[in-house]
């Protein structure tokens, strides 16, 4: 497609429970960032993907986030065990080649845990 | 470390000159960008600078110096819809992550 899909818009889950996010990135694109954004601007990094291979996973915790890209399905950012702090927008972004100057990002999943 | 640092808050009247200032520290360095995003919105790309200088699109214009770990965001015949919190992120050298300063959230009033 022509945008970076995400899927659910929101998310809401119970502290403890699982919680798994999509992405499908623009046709074409072989890069994939998964980026968390808490208390309104403060952007982190958490990992990237070269087509279904992990690219860069320095922002990633490590005890209970996992991400996948594999071929011919969306890309998925898993959580086990949600916490508070987990509550985030959680955007991912695509672009089209190494060092390509453009990230273009999704709209969001909102993830809510209570 | 990496240090990306933005005024919190910003307000300015329509039709006006407004400069967003950006210092940064960062371990590596292939480039800067500004993004512009709305409220409960995804970021949208404004401008790329990796050499020193003035790039100029529109109404938007952005500059950088490398030797200072300087950028700013111009935004020029302000308007309303220009209310957004606009987002310094510098890509780190080797890799193709952003790391994102806190964002300046500027105001627009008539």
């Known amino acids: 497609g022509e945008e970076v899909a995400q899927t659910p818009k929101h998310l809401v889950r119970g502290e403890g429970q699982k919680a798994k996010l999509y992405c499908a990135p623009i046709k074409g694109h072989s890069y994939v960032f998964w980026y968390q954004q808490v208390l309104k601007n403060e952007f982190k990094f958490l990992i990237s993907f070269q087509n279904e291979n992990v690219f860069d996973e320095t922002g990633m915790p490590k005890e209970r986030f996992s991400a996948k890209c594999l071929p011919n399905s969306p890309c998925s950012l898993e959580i086990q065990a949600t916490k508070l702090e987990d509550s985030a927008v959680y955007f991912c972004?695509?672009?089209?080649?190494?060092?390509?100057?453009?990230?273009?990002f999704g709209p969001g999943t909102r993830l809510t845990v209570t | 470390g990496q240090n990306i640092d933005q005024p919190t808050e910003m307000t300015a009247t329509e039709g006006a000159i407004v400069q967003i200032n950006c210092t940064y520290q960062?371990?590596?360095?292939?480039?800067l960008f500004w993004y512009q995003q709305h409220a409960g919105e995804a970021p949208t790309f404004l401008s790329y600078n990796v050499l020193d200088g003035l790039e100029e699109k529109g109404r938007f214009s952005s500059f950088l110096s490398r030797s200072k770990g300087y950028s700013y965001l111009l935004l020029k015949e302000l308007q309303m819809k220009d209310s957004a919190s606009y987002l310094c992120a510098v890509r780190d050298g080797g890799f193709q992550k952003l790391v994102f300063g806190t964002g300046t959230r500027l105001l627009v009033s008539p």
């Open positions: 972004a695509s672009s089209q080649e190494e060092r390509a100057y453009e990230q273009y």
């Open positions: 960062t371990s590596g360095f292939n480039g």
